[in-house]
């Protein structure tokens, strides 16, 4: 499976970014889909996964209220809605995936993305 993250950006803050991840290859129909993201100097961090199967959320509590996962299994898409972006958001994002259960420990994930930067300025 190949997963290919984008739709990073500059913003400011309390503005919204959409990030994308394609999954490319032998993709599987159930499973979970993640986002993570890494700030500098700080280890990689869960912030929200999906079922594939069910659609079924879970977000980290540093973003629920402000953040959305979802998924298109047609096309094979997961998508990040993050509004009301704040300055400790900034962070490069990964798009992960397991054929495992739901679970936010990134050391479950096989495969992952290449990450696409967000910046939120005060």
């Known amino acids: 499976v190949q997963l290919q993250a984008s739709g990073g950006g500059l913003v400011q803050a309390g503005d919204s970014l959409r990030l994308s991840c394609a999954a490319s290859g032998r993709t599987f129909s159930s499973g979970v889909m993640a986002w993570f993201r890494q700030a500098p100097g700080k280890e990689r961090e869960f912030v929200a996964n999906i079922e594939r199967s069910s659609g079924q959320p879970y977000y980290a509590d540093s973003v629920k209220g402000r953040f959305a996962i979802s998924r298109d299994v047609a096309k094979n898409m997961v998508y990040l809605q993050m509004d009301s972006l704040k300055p400790e958001d900034t962070a490069v994002y990964y798009c992960?995936?397991?054929?495992?259960?739901?679970?936010?420990?990134?050391?479950?994930?096989?495969?992952w993305g290449q990450g696409t930067l967000v910046t939120v300025s005060s």
């Open positions: 992960a995936a397991t054929r495992s259960l739901m679970t936010s420990d990134k050391g479950y994930y096989e495969f």
